[in-house]
Nanobody
Framework: VQLQASGGGLVQAGGSLRVSCAASGRFYRAYAMGWFRQAPGNQREFVAVIVWSDSDTYYGASVKGRFTISRDNAKNTVYLQMNSLKPEDTAVYYC?????????????????WGQGTLVTVSS
């Protein structure tokens, strides 16, 4: 599975931004895609994940209610709509995927990683 992320950029606090991740390769029924992020000096943090088979979604506590993950089956693409952005959302956002979603939100549970896309939120 190859992942190609896009859509990062600079936005003011309170604004919105959408990042995308296109996947190619072989998928399985329990496939899931999502996002992690990493700010300078911090560990990677779980952001959101969507399970391909039933569209169940899960969010990290810091983004719940502000971010929405969705998918386009025809394009094998996942989107992360980010609203009410805060300076602390500034990070490199990584698209991830796993062939089997175990319910884990640990970075070690995701087999595939795309290149990061930088999101900068100015105050």
């Amino acid at each position: 599975v190859q992942l190609q992320a896009s859509g990062g950029g600079l936005v003011q606090a309170g604004g919105s931004l959408r990042v995308s991740c296109a996947a190619s390769g072989r998928f399985y029924r329990a496939y899931a895609m999502g996002w992690f992020r990493q700010a300078p000096g911090n560990q990677r943090e779980f952001v959101a994940v969507i399970v391909w088979s039933d569209s169940d979604t899960y969010y990290g506590a810091s983004v719940k209610g502000r971010f929405t993950i969705s998918r386009d089956n025809a394009k094998n693409t996942v989107y992360l709509q980010m609203n009410s952005l805060k300076p602390e959302d500034t990070a490199v956002y990584y698209c991830v995927a796993t062939n089997y979603f175990s319910g884990s939100f640990s970075s070690a549970a995701y087999d595939y990683w795309g290149q990061g896309t930088l999101v900068t939120v100015s105050s």
